[in-house]
């Protein structure tokens, strides 16, 4: 069965840090894609970034490239999100997911991701 945690989520204020974590179980990493996505209150959930599990080729939102960056980590099982100069409007709540594909001509899509993770808080404000 496969399982995914998220981890690392917390308060930070504008402009500073965090680092998502996403524990995989139940299959090794190289099995699937791994995609984060949000969803702030109101809104539909969107994809952030992900990671390839062919090739490790990586795709991201316009609004968090060069903000955020994604990796793996085989020997924990991780996908790694860390972000960097965060903005209120980052605020939301982070999921991650396995799917079969990183991104296509749709971007990064929630229906293209089989398995998910409950979700960890994110909120940045002063």
């Known amino acids: 069965q496969v399982q995914l945690v998220e981890s690392g989520g917390g308060l930070v204020q504008p402009g500073g840090s965090l680092r998502l974590s996403c524990t995989v179980s139940g299959v090794a990493l190289y099995y699937y894609s791994i995609g984060w996505f949000r969803q702030a209150p109101g809104k539909e959930r969107e994809g952030v970034s992900c990671?390839?599990?062919?090739?490790?080729?990586?795709d991201y939102q316009d609004s968090v490239k060069g903000r955020f960056s994604i990796a793996r980590d085989f020997a924990k099982n991780t996908v790694v999100l860390q972000m960097k100069s965060l903005k209120p409007e980052d605020t939301a709540i982070y999921y991650c997911?396995?799917?079969?594909?990183?991104?296509?001509?749709?971007?990064?899509?929630?229906?293209?991701?089989?398995?998910w993770g409950q979700g960890t808080q994110v909120t940045v404000s002063s």
């Open positions: 990671i390839s599990s062919s090739d490790a080729s990586t």
């Open positions: 997911a396995a799917g079969l594909y990183c991104s296509g001509p749709r971007g990064i899509v929630v229906a293209d991701y089989e398995y």
